[in-house]
């Protein structure tokens, strides 16, 4: 099964999705199929994009969803799970995390707006464990004031991602910035179009590793 096969074929419950995003997904969420893993996506309106994740994931994932909309537990089925509640909510989130565990795949589909965006992310990534992946989607609204955005808007998500990539750096940076969480617990950070994604590792071991034997 590939997503971008099961997208076009599907005929339970609907999805919007961006196209160029199924490459994306299956660039960093594959590598977690037929594993112990929990997705939470944020926003889930019709649930077909959880459905969808269940599919693909396998009958291991604990697949959860979150959306303020009551009506989205219509979603639930025994491979879904749904809770009722804003993104932008920090015991809200611990309460999701406390009953399905911190989750290996979160995928931010929410509402969009830059303040809720960036309050899931503070509440949510330094949370996650190892190997794990954050994906934040529709970011072409961190341009535009209506969801607190702007080009070079301090308060977008995409200008805080700008400044993630100097802490992601930091050990480079000549001692004029000091390592902090997201230096050590960062492995990459992906830029596409409208969507990032943040992968993380531990990296106690990185270091630069002469092997072999020079040339004179
Ligand atoms: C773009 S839709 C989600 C689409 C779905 N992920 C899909 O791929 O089919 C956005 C959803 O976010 C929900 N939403 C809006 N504000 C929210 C908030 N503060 N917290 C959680 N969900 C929110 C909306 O109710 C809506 O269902």
Not at 57 to 66: E, Q, S, T
Not at 129 to 146: F, G, Q, R
Request: one cysteine or more; hydrophobic letters at 40%; charged letters at 25%.
């Amino acid at each position: 099964m590939n997503l971008w096969a099961d997208f076009l074929t599907n005929d339970d419950l609907l999805m919007h999705k961006w196209t160029h995003y199924f490459p994306i997904y299956e660039r960093h969420i594959e590598r977690f199929r037929n594993r112990d893993v929990t997705l939470l996506e944020i926003g889930v309106s019709h649930g077909g994009s959880l459905r969808m994740w269940s599919r693909f994931l396998g009958p291991y994932a604990k697949i959860v969803g979150i959306d303020i909309n009551e009506t989205c537990k219509l979603a639930e089925n025994s491979e879904v799970n749904v809770r009722i509640g804003s993104q932008a909510d920090p015991a809200f989130l611990d309460s999701v995390i406390a009953e399905f565990g911190v989750p290996d795949i979160v995928i931010d589909d929410g509402s969009h707006m830059m303040e809720h965006v960036n309050a899931t992310f503070d509440h949510l990534y330094h949370k996650l464990p190892k190997n794990s992946v954050y994906l934040v989607e529709d970011l072409h609204t961190a341009y535009w004031e209506e969801y607190g955005g702007g080009l070079r808007h301090p308060g977008s998500f995409i200008e805080k991602s700008k400044h993630l990539i100097d802490s992601l750096n930091a050990d480079h940076a000549r001692g004029q910035l000091q390592p902090d969480e997201f230096t050590r617990h960062t492995s990459g950070m992906h830029f596409y179009d409208s969507v990032i994604v943040f992968e993380k590792q531990t990296l106690a071991s990185k270091r630069d590793m002469p092997i072999g034997k020079p040339l004179v």
